[in-house]
């Protein structure tokens, strides 16, 4: 088969392995490469460098197919990760069991309001607010004292 017939299937996508390596040798080995063909030479140079370049790789590669397998991790997870997992499973469980009891069953119960007034606890908020009242009821300014705490000079 001539180079021309070779060339034509290979840009097709037709060729053989045998029938690329044929034309790489060629455009790489043959000195004398016809003109109308030269424009080819740097495709099949730069082909032929990727070919090597991969072999060599595979040669210098001394890892065997025992030792990749043992390298690539499992896809079980290790004793410790599978322990780490599920003391924290346990321990979100518990948190949201404590968060929905803290909200049904609040720890103490209805807090009191209360209010001290000169040293006495009061609760009753009728006496409270009585005793607001009249506290503010006693509390008055004069005019002269407004007038001083709204405009000092």
Do not use: W
Request: hydrophobic share 35%.
């Amino acid at each position: 088969m001539k180079i021309d017939e070779l060339l034509d299937k290979y840009f097709e996508g037709e060729t053989s392995c045998e029938e690329e390596r044929r034309l790489r040798r060629f455009f790489t080995e043959e000195e004398k490469v016809p003109e109308h063909l030269l424009v080819y030479r740097p495709l099949f140079v730069y082909l032929d460098k990727e070919a090597v370049s991969v072999t060599r790789k595979e040669a210098v590669s001394t890892i065997t197919p025992k030792e990749k397998q043992q390298e690539q991790p499992s896809g079980k997870p290790s004793r410790f990760y599978r322990m780490c997992y599920a003391i924290s499973g346990v321990a979100a469980g518990l948190l949201l069991l404590l968060g929905v009891a803290k909200t049904i069953f609040p720890l103490s119960g209805v807090l009191e309001n209360y209010v001290v007034i000169d040293g006495k606890r009061y609760t009753d908020e009728k006496l409270v607010e009585a005793k607001a009242l009249e506290a503010l009821q006693h509390a008055g300014f004069t005019e002269e004292d407004l007038n001083n705490l709204l405009f000092q000079h």
